[in-house]
């Protein structure tokens, strides 16, 4: 959440590179501490760089499988340790392929900024390791 500068009354609302850096950890403890997670990326205004006081970050979690349903899935996951509110969404991989082949998914998929990805050897995914990209570096903000 904005933080309260030490010299100032003025609220500092936390960049991109916080933001960032905070889901990356964020991202680490999930996949140490749940089984079964393929991707993990966020996509919006802190991934395409213009983001503002306010913002928050949009989430996307890509699970190999799971027996809840798509809506009730992101409110067993914490996100309180993260600098902004969160949006979370939370795909199983044969959801995530057919997203893709939306306009929304096609926009998901140019924009996330994948943090944690699970090599194919290490999870028995429901698709090719082929459907995710790599990881990439957060955009800088000018």
């Given amino acids: 959440m904005p933080v309260r500068s030490l010299r100032s009354s003025v609220l500092r609302w936390p960049d991109a590179r916080e933001v960032d850096r905070a889901v990356r950890q964020w991202a680490a403890a999930m996949a140490s501490q749940r089984h079964g997670i393929a991707q993990i990326g966020y996509f919006g205004s802190y991934a395409r760089g213009d983001w503002g006081v306010g913002s928050d970050v949009d989430l996307v979690?890509?699970?190999?499988?799971s027996d809840q349903p798509f809506e009730r899935r992101a409110a067993q996951w914490d996100t309180s340790t993260l600098p902004v509110p969160a949006d979370l969404l939370i795909y199983t991989t044969d959801e995530w392929q057919s997203?893709?082949?939306?306009?929304?998914?096609?926009?998901?998929?140019?924009?996330?900024?994948?943090?944690?990805?699970v090599a194919p050897q290490e999870a028995t995914l429901c698709v090719?390791?082929?459907?995710?990209?790599?990881?990439?570096?957060a955009p800088t903000r000018s």
């Fill in 128 to 137: 090719s390791a082929s459907s995710f990209p790599r990881p990439r570096s």
């Fill in 99 to 117: 997203i893709v082949q939306q306009l929304f998914g096609q926009r998901l998929l140019r924009e996330t900024v994948w943090v944690s990805t």
């Fill in 61 to 65: 979690v890509v699970l190999e499988c």
